[in-house]
T-cell receptor
Framework: KAGVTQTPRYLIKTRGQQVTLSCSPISGHRSVSWYQQTPGQGLQFLFEYFSETQRNKGNFPGRFSGRQFSNSRSEMNVSTLELGDSALYLC???WGQGGDSPLHFGNGTRLTVT | AQSVTQLDSQVPVFEEAPVELRCNYSSSVSVYLFWYVQYPNQGLQLLLK??????LVKGINGFEAEFNKSQTSFHLRKPSVHISDTAEYFC???????????FGTGTSLTVIP
């Protein structure tokens, strides 16, 4: 079974631009979560979708948004990029609705904002 | 919301020595517990999980963890580490009946030859 696939692996953008990151979950998984990982802040939860509905949202500004499609694939968008948005963005999927379904992570998209 | 504490941000250990990485959580409610490992330039990989049953859980790569409800801890152990165990380790907690995961800040394990 294929794992969680995130594209692209690397991105370089300029301040003020916007970016869209893509995540394809493991087949059959209906929950997709997004995390931001930086050396200073560790793993910060962005949002989680289940069956196209956003169930949980972390403490990030409205510039960060996401969506999930009917095939469970998910995208996240960051508008008006800032230097501090440089990070590894991780997507994770799980098969069930509850916290007993472990997260399965992709290898991430490394975003650099210059 | 849960709080997950990994007290040791960095742990150096000699090859073939034992290691323990500590994890404490805040909740007084029933929880599920997880340990993940992250190698450089990769995502997180599930090492082991505690959902219910025996408090001693065995995972991949020779790791094990013990759930201690009274101390709200879930420490990760390995009796003999290898160079290949050098990585970042994350403890995670979710509440029974909930759907959110709370991660610790990670412990960087460095195995010294």
């Amino acid at each position: 079974k294929a794992g969680v696939t995130q594209t692209p692996r690397y991105l370089i953008k300029t301040r003020g631009q916007q970016v869209t990151l893509s995540c394809s979950p493991i087949s059959g998984h209906r929950s997709v979560s997004w995390y931001q990982q930086t050396p200073g802040q560790g793993l910060q939860f962005l949002f989680e979708y289940f069956s196209e509905t956003q169930r949980n949202k972390g403490n990030f500004p409205g510039r960060f948004s996401g969506r999930q499609f009917s095939n469970s694939r998910s995208e996240m968008n960051v508008s008006t990029l800032e230097l501090g948005d440089s990070a590894l963005y991780l997507c994770a999927s799980s098969w069930g609705q509850g916290g007993d379904s472990p997260l399965h992570f992709g290898n991430g998209t490394r975003l650099t904002v210059t | 919301a849960q709080s997950v504490t990994q007290l040791d941000s960095q742990v150096p250990v000699f090859e073939e020595a034992p290691v323990e990485l500590r994890c404490n959580y805040s909740s007084s409610v029933s929880v599920y517990l997880f340990w993940y490992v992250q190698y450089p330039n990769q995502g997180l990989q599930l090492l082991l999980k505690y959902l219910s049953g025996s408090t001693l859980v065995k995972g991949i790569n020779g790791f094990e963890a013990e759930f201690n409800k009274s101390q709200t801890s879930f420490h990760l152990r390995k009796p003999s580490v290898h160079i290949s165990d050098t990585a970042e380790y994350f403890c995670a907690v979710s509440e029974v009946g909930g759907n959110q995961f709370y991660f610790g800040t990670g412990t960087s394990l460095t195995v010294i030859p």
